[in-house]
């Protein structure tokens, strides 16, 4: 294993990691470790990737409210600085 030092910023009380989905520009993404698949919350930015849907899920969130629905994109890369993770679904 390498050890890779992953550069972040700190807004708002929240970790903010950049980072690339398949050949997109460079996207800043919150990192939050109880979450359990990535999400792309703007719907402007999920468009733009040109993203292959095959399935939709229901999410729910720590507060109250009604599940929100959410397609799902499975087999994509995820690059950080100096990390390549494959298969990820979005």
Request: charged fraction near 20%; include cysteine; proline fraction near 3%.
């Amino acid at each position: 294993r390498k050890r890779v030092e992953i550069p972040f910023e700190w807004q708002c009380n929240l970790m903010l990691v950049k980072l690339r989905i398949n050949k997109s520009d460079t996207l800043n993404f919150i990192l939050d470790t109880g979450v359990g698949m990535n999400l792309i919350t703007d719907p402007k930015v999920a468009a733009s990737l040109g993203l292959q849907y095959i399935k939709k899920i229901n999410i729910l969130g720590a507060g109250q409210g009604d599940p929100l629905e959410a397609n799902v994109a499975i087999g994509n890369q995820i690059y950080l600085t100096g990390v390549r993770a494959k298969g990820q679904n979005l």
